[in-house]
């Protein structure tokens, strides 16, 4: 969709936000997000800082806004890794304290985001602002331990930068709700890693890889799913299973309608709109290819 297709939405909420829009402006979210995760910049950064292994420089990065937590910490924010994944992080912070880690994901970001040429008018950055802004000021951090420390990294003065840190600031929020909605329905870190790659929204060979559980976890974990019939007994997604999956996403879908209130259904699909060629660039430049089977809008982060 052309960016001037749409009007610019009133900047109230016109009641409750309808789920389809969160859903459409949560995808579009994530999707515009994420290459962060993919981009050499990231790693190159990391070099800098003296680490060079992926998985604890992904994990400094996304941890950078709380704070030198210890890696209990990380592991309790982020979910479905297995503690001998996070475990690896260890040492981080003396490599580097968080907000050269914090700086350093700026750096990546701007970087990757012009080498691909993100084109985003000024007026449209500008336009993007007022539509997030509200919603990162209105948000209830209660229980939202990674949307709260992202909200409160001060914003840098490159403004396609500060546009994706308050993206940031949103997808981390609809993180945080959805672990409450897995927990709430049963499904522990490895369960829900396990659901999720049998949907086929995230390849098991990188789930695997990234998040570390090994034969015996994710077989119990499999056991446990095939046990309440979201798997049959080859591992595959049962209808049983593809409905459970599509009500947790709702349950979450519920929790963040209240999140996009102060922009109302316009807004949220305005703003979708508005950030679209970001994932557009990172689509074309092939960042996503390397990861194949996987969606630029599925999680990296939980089983959504």
């Known amino acids: 969709m052309h960016l001037d297709a749409l009007s610019g939405p009133s900047r109230s909420g016109d009641g409750p936000v309808d789920l389809d829009a969160v859903r459409h402006v949560s995808r579009a979210v994530s999707a515009a997000h994420q290459f962060i995760y993919f981009v050499p910049e990231s ?18 990065f996304r941890s950078a806004a709380m704070g030198a937590v210890p890696w209990q910490v ?111 329905n ?26 570390q559980w090994d034969d015996e976890e994710w077989n119990a ?17 049962t209808d049983a299973g593809t409905a459970a999956r599509e009500r947790i996403e709702r349950e979450t879908d519920e929790h963040c309608a209240a999140l996009w209130a102060p922009i109302g259904t316009a807004g949220a699909r305005r703003f979708a709109s508005l950030i679209a060629p970001i994932t557009d660039a990172f689509t074309a430049a092939g960042t996503f290819q390397a990861v194949q089977g996987r969606r630029p809008d599925a999680d990296l982060r939980t089983s959504r």
């Open 43 to 60: 790693a190159e950064e990391a070099a800098g800082l003296g680490v060079t292994d992926r998985g604890p420089a992904y994990l400094a």
């Open 74 to 184: 990380t592991l309790a924010a982020f979910y479905n890794f297995s503690p001998r994944a996070v475990r690896a992080m260890a040492g981080v912070w003396d490599a580097a304290p968080p907000e050269r880690w914090q700086a350093a994901r700026f750096l990546a970001a701007g970087r990757a985001m012009r080498r691909v040429g993100v084109h985003l008018t000024e007026g449209h950055v500008a336009e993007a602002r007022s539509l997030i802004d509200p919603v990162v000021a209105g948000a209830d951090v209660a229980g939202k331990v990674l949307a709260a420390a992202n909200a409160s990294v001060v914003l840098p003065p490159d403004p396609l930068v500060a546009l994706w840190q308050q993206i940031t600031v949103v997808r981390e929020w609809r993180g945080d709700a959805h672990l409450v909605v897995l927990a709430d």
């Open 186 to 211: 049963g499904l522990g870190p490895c369960d829900c890693l396990v659901l999720h790659t049998a949907t086929g929204r995230l390849p098991t060979a990188l789930a695997r890889a990234t998040r």
């Open 221 to 237: 974990a499999t056991a446990r799913l095939v046990a309440r019939g979201w798997l049959d007994s080859d591992a595959v997604v």
